[in-house]
């Protein structure tokens, strides 16, 4: 069905505003008191001209106790004004707090729950933001909208009220320039929509462009890339500045547009009055109240104008939100076995897998056998598949075709937590918490006792280190664990493993070379990690393909070759000429 795209936005808009009430739907009776304050607030500013008007008709000569009680009453008015302000104010920001609470959750919930190809897939400045200015954006902005359209439509309500009271006649003038201000508002609340979008854009490339130097601030030094880094910057910078201009243009010009409205407005109708007083048969007061009243108009009208143009922001934001806890989760609803020990027999069955519709095959139709207890070794060029191929077991990656199997079970059978409680994953980027020692070795693990923490650091040659720093194991590594070496990281994740004893180990050498003293200690590490378990890892070292059962050579996603280091050698096949070109023998 053909869907103008007007009509779209505007249901997109809609569902997305129902959606931000149904969260607020939960604090229903703090937002009826709160808005209940609200009008008890707003209605004490027609009072106050009302109060003038006895005073105005009898030309200042009211009785003395009236005239004394005018200023105990707007004493009176304004304390009750600011009681019932202040107390809306903290509510709504009560209810918005908690909001802002519950959407943080939800983000994050999903964040963990992702599947792998959202995080390499994602733009990291836009999902930063998604939590700080977003998040942020919907609730402090909607809350800020919300109480000014119910106060000051009130407000406006009331006092357009008063103006019908004192003369319906008069009153009709300001009714005819009322739509001139909306199609103002709408024009200019269009633009401030497409530019707040641009200006969150920007603000995402800001997050991934700081976050970027940093982490290649080393980069950037060695190569001299401070010009180019620069002039990226610059480029964000001024189109940020130059975004946000025009958003303060925008909103700037509402403003002064709309109020010019209104003392045209104002205008006409002192004219009308002054050339026709007698046939309106106003009095002197009737007039003055009329006059303070309109003169009251503009500020909630502007204030309202406003609101609209916030609440594009809020729209905008909204929908990136709403994006993240939309998004679709790891898929964990086929599995019905929710506990296994696995004993470790792995069956790859014709599994095929490509990123796109349009990319090549990755994975193209891979089988193999590896019986529990048995390590194999993945080699093959860079880009070949070998990552790609482990990530499948863990469930990372879910093949396009073919089946996985675990001791003859189907891995999509089993819940995520069942399947990964029996893997060991050391990953290719030794990737550790900003956090102790201690936390890092048994993160995810209970009841591990210190001693078998300390164990493990002894097996992968750690512990006189670990003991040597000045808080032990419980040495904070620092971010990106800059506090250990490359060597050492890898060694720490070994222990981890060691710690975790799954039957599984699923390896992914990291490439960075070590001196030859760290590479004995993380090989020595590694034969006691892979000792008695099922093993699959992508080696890289000559080292390691040496200790293990059988060697797969992999290339364009195909198992090429398979057998042992010597079997494999004598066939003079791929992994011989790799041999001798990546060994150097
Ligand atoms: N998220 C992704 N989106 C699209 N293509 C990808 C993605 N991740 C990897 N690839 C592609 O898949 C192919 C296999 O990548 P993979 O990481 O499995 O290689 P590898 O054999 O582990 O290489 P290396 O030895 O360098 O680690 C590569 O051509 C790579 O470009
Ligand atoms: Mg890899």
């Known amino acids: 069905m053909f869907v103008h795209k007007k009509n779209k936005n505007y249901f997109h808009d809609k569902k997305l505003l129902l959606r931000i009430f149904g969260s607020v739907k939960t604090y229903w009776l703090i937002m009826c008191f709160a808005i209940a304050l609200m009008i008890c607030g707003a209605a004490t500013q027609p009072a106050l001209a009302l109060i003038m008007k006895p005073l105005l008709d009898n030309n200042f000569s009211s009785n003395y106790n009236y005239k004394l009680s005018i200023p105990l009453i707007l004493v009176m008015l304004a304390i009750i004004r600011s009681i019932c302000n202040f107390l809306s104010d903290y509510l709504f920001a009560l209810i918005s707090n908690n909001i802002l609470f519950n959407i943080r959750t939800d983000m994050y919930r999903k964040l963990l729950g992702s599947p792998d190809l959202y995080y390499l897939n994602i733009d990291t400045g836009k999902l930063l933001n998604k939590f700080t200015i977003d998040a942020n954006n919907i609730t402090n902005s909607f809350a800020d909208v919300i109480t000014t359209l119910i106060r000051e439509s009130i407000i406006a309500i009331a006092l357009l009220g008063v103006l019908f009271y004192i003369s319906w006649l008069l009153t009709l003038i300001v009714i005819i320039i009322l739509p001139f201000m909306f199609v103002i508002t709408r024009f200019f609340i269009k633009k401030i929509r497409a530019i707040s979008k641009d200006i969150l854009n920007m603000n995402s490339e800001l997050t991934r462009l700081v976050s970027s130097s940093i982490k290649g601030q080393r980069v950037i030094k060695l190569f001299n890339g401070y010009d180019i880094e620069k002039e990226r910057f610059d480029f964000v910078n001024k189109s940020l500045k130059h975004f946000s201009m025009k958003a303060a243009l925008a909103d700037s010009a509402l403003s002064p547009l709309v109020h010019f409205c209104i003392v045209l407005t ?5 004219a009308v ?34 609101a609209f143009g916030k609440l ?3 729209l905008v934001s909204a929908d990136s939100v709403f994006s993240l ?20 027999n792995i069956d790859f069955l014709n599994v095929k897998f490509k990123f796109s519709e349009n990319d090549n095959p990755i994975i193209d ?22 990552t790609t191929l482990i990530n499948m077991l ?8 073919g089946k996985i199997l675990l001791d003859g079970f189907d891995i999509n059978k089993m819940t995520l937590k069942a399947l990964r409680a029996n893997i060991s994953f050391v990953g290719q980027d030794l990737i550790l918490f900003n956090d102790t020692i201690i936390s890092n070795i048994c993160y995810g693990l209970y009841n591990i006792s210190i001693k078998g923490v300390e164990e ?28 250990l070496s490359s060597g050492q990281r890898q060694r720490l994740l070994i222990a981890r493993a060691l710690v975790k004893n799954s039957p599984i ?7 960075s070379s070590l001196d030859n003293e760290s590479e004995r200690y993380v090989q020595d590490s590694l034969e006691k990690l892979i000792y008695g378990r099922t093993t699959l890892i992508v080696a890289h070292r000559l080292s390691t393909v040496r200790k293990v059962n059988r060697i797969f050579v992999v290339d364009s996603g195909k198992i090429v070759e398979s057998g042992s280091h010597n079997d494999l050698l004598s066939k003079k096949g791929l992994y011989s000429s790799f041999y001798n070109i990546q060994f150097g023998e």
Not at 266 to 270: E, K, Q, V
Not at 325 to 344: R, T
Not at 395 to 401: A, E, K, L, T
């Open 266 to 270: 104002l205008s006409i109708i002192i």
């Open 273 to 306: 009055f002054l050339s026709k007083p007698s046939n309106m048969m106003l009095t002197i007061g009737d007039f003055g109240v009329f006059i303070a009243a309109l003169a009251q108009i503009p500020d909630p009208i502007r204030k309202l104008t406003n």
């Open 312 to 314: 594009q922001k809020v």
């Open 325 to 344: 806890i939309d998004a679709e989760e790891e898929d964990d609803s086929d599995s019905i076995i929710m506990n296994y020990s696995a004993k470790g």
């Open 365 to 386: 139709n891979i089988s193999f056998h590896i019986k529990a207890g048995e390590a194999v070794a993945l080699v093959g060029r860079s880009g070949s598949g070998k």
């Open 394 to 401: 863990s469930r990372f990656i879910i093949p396009d075709s």
């Open 456 to 483: 493990a650091l002894k097996a992968v040659n750690l512990l006189d280190f670990v003991n040597s720093l000045p808080n032990g194991l419980y040495t904070k590594v620092g971010e990106d664990a800059v506090l």
């Open 505 to 511: 180990i699923v390896l992914d050498e990291a490439t």
